[in-house]
């Protein structure tokens, strides 16, 4: 972030104005007290504490409300789904109700179909189901079949969204089907040896349906592994497929390949950053031979987490094929899934290693390609699915709204999470089509929280010797401008959202421009006796549950009068809306 003077920020002073009248006001009133009790020595009431300002609060807290520091892009949250879907069975249900209700809950977003098996996609352009699906169990293979094929038939007879509710009996066969598959995809995952996936006309079909009703913009991924001998790229699968998604006039955004700093190990063949940038320059000419597509946005490399061969990759696929994507994305997990602690999901060092990785990506950019757009373009807590308990529980959400946090701050335009509903531990939603923590998570920080950063001023009022770095560490701050689709609030609130990673309770004081202000609070909590481990989440005391398929519960604020001072619990996070406050930098 670029350094600015003093004199450039006018709110600066008036945050230091505004300390120095509290500080005052404390003083004198700590005077007051020595002058009264000089003379007669006052016992303290029981259980009292004298009441100085600087006993009672922790820090000061202000907010620069004339200019944002970022602008990102609208669908900064955003999603992603991994093409093992289609192996498992799953994309069959995308048509669930209740599943795209979810989905619409966290729109606008992007929805990248992609992961490790996108080199293993090949495209066939009919739609014949039986052929193509996965293995099950021969006891129920026959009428489970039958059954997918009814429900498609009904659903082609529907005009517009095709949504479906499927009967409980189905959904128990595809989570029994869906178990035994997810074994095997392990395997691949931990041994990097991966299978072939085919995605037919009817797959692609069922995908589209999902991210339209759903208000989500797909971007799918395409096979960079499928070479002709020289080891040039064979466009021929993603031909087809352009010309068929074409003739259906699908809005599809695109992408090629997967971690291609990984081809080796995936599949013993080495694919260069020259290479690379001749398969984007090709697919890029290929978009604008399809009529449809000669505007269609490109994304890519897809890089892994920035490491030596990784770097040396996205540098020279800059400096050869920048100006060729439309936005430069990369992959970061967190820790892989030997992981089997609450307490590492908690660890500040841990939580820091995004900023190191943001800061490698975009100086490697910004050497080439100066301003252009850098996404986080596939993200979890853990890797190889996650940690069953720990990765899909309420402590994970501290590593996930962090990232988003730190993401804004750095200026990552576009977080893509993985995985919304997939296998494994990572997903927002659980195979019982039920909202996990991260997803309420996301939910809140759709509905308060807006494209435009704000900077956050922070001061220790601590008596304990150097606090600062341990409040900062622990104690982590954020704000936007509100989001505007909020119909709540006015344009020129503010929404501050606070990560509180120390195991008591911190008092905050809001100071400056945010002074005597009232603030609707929206506090998260894990909901019952598994403490961090829970996979329920409360908001302000009350347990958050879907009232029906179609249907969010009502996010209810609890209202902090003017000038309180804000109590966060230990190990919690909480969203803030500063109202009323007409903020310039959120008014326009």
Not at 170 to 182: G, P, S, V, Y
Not at 424 to 452: A, C, E, I, M
Request: net charge positive; aromatic share 10%.
């Amino acid at each position: 972030m670029p350094k600015t003077s003093a004199r450039v920020f006018p709110w600066f002073s008036l945050w230091l104005a505004s300390l120095a009248t509290l500080v005052v006001q404390s003083v004198l009133s700590s005077s007051s007290y020595s002058s009264s009790s000089s003379s007669t020595y006052q016992r303290p009431a029981a259980g009292g504490k004298r009441p100085g300002f600087m006993e009672r609060t922790l820090i000061l807290l202000d907010v620069n409300t004339r200019s944002p520091i970022r602008v990102l892009n609208d669908n900064f949250l955003s999603l992603q789904l991994d093409p093992s879907i289609i192996k498992d069975g799953w994309l069959d249900f995308l048509s669930s109700r209740r599943l795209v209700t979810l989905a619409r809950g966290l729109s606008p977003a992007y929805l990248r179909f992609g992961g490790k098996r996108t080199d293993f996609l090949q495209f066939n352009n009919q739609k014949n189901l039986a052929k193509f699906r996965g293995p099950g169990p021969d006891y129920y293979l026959k009428n489970y079949e039958d059954d997918i094929v009814r429900s498609d038939i009904a659903l082609d007879k529907q005009k517009g969204c095709k949504l479906a509710n499927h009967p409980d009996i189905m959904l128990e066969l595809q989570r029994e089907k869906a178990a035994t598959t997810q074994l095997v995809l392990l395997k691949e995952q931990l041994s990097n040896i991966y299978s072939n996936i085919t995605i037919t006309a009817r797959s692609l079909d069922k995908l589209y349906n999902f991210a339209d009703c759903a208000g989500l913009h797909l971007i799918l991924g395409l096979n960079s592994l499928h070479r002709n001998p020289d080891n040039s790229w064979n466009t021929s699968s993603t031909l087809s497929l352009l010309k068929y998604s074409a003739s259906k006039k699908y809005n599809i955004s695109w992408e090629l390949g997967n971690e291609p700093n990984a081809y080796r190990s995936m599949a013993g063949r080495a694919v260069n950053s020259t290479q690379l940038a001749q398969d984007y320059t090709k697919l890029r000419t290929l978009l604008q031979s399809v009529r449809y597509y000669h505007r269609a946005h490109l994304y890519g490399p897809n890089a892994g987490r920035p490491r030596k061969n990784a770097i040396l990759l996205l540098d020279g696929f800059m400096k050869n094929a920048g100006s060729v994507v439309d936005a430069v994305t990369w992959q970061h997990y967190y820790m892989d899934g030997r992981v089997n602690k609450v307490e590492d999901f908690l660890k500040t060092r841990l939580l820091d290693t995004l900023t190191e990785q943001i800061t490698k990506v975009t100086k490697v950019v910004n050497a080439h390609t100066p301003g252009k757009k850098v996404w986080l373009g596939g993200l979890g807590p853990a890797w190889a699915g996650g940690i069953n308990n720990l990765s899909d529980t309420y402590a994970a959400g501290f590593l996930w709204a962090n990232t988003l946090g730190m993401s804004a701050v750095q200026g990552i335009d576009v977080v893509l999470r993985h995985s919304f509903f997939d296998y494994g531990y990572t997903h927002l939603v659980d195979q019982h089509f039920n909202p996990l923590p991260d997803y309420w998570f996301s939910l809140v920080f759709k509905r308060l929280v807006g494209p435009k950063v704000l900077a956050v001023r922070v001061a220790g009022l601590q008596r304990k010797p150097q606090p600062g770095r341990v409040i900062r560490d622990k104690l982590r701050i954020y704000a936007h401008c509100t989001s505007y689709y909020n119909h709540n609030y006015v344009r020129g609130s503010i929404t501050i959202y606070i990560i509180n990673l120390h195991r008591s309770r911190k008092k905050i004081k809001l100071a400056g421009t945010l002074r005597n202000k009232t603030v609707h609070q929206y506090l998260l909590q894990p909901y019952g006796t598994d403490g961090l481990k829970a996979k329920h989440v409360q908001l302000n005391g009350e347990k958050l549950l879907m009232v029906d398929n179609e249907t969010f519960p009502e996010l209810k604020p609890k209202t902090l009068r003017a000038g309180r001072t804000i109590a966060m619990p230990p190990m919690t996070i909480g969203f803030y809306v500063i109202k009323n406050i007409n903020a310039y930098a959120c008014r326009r």
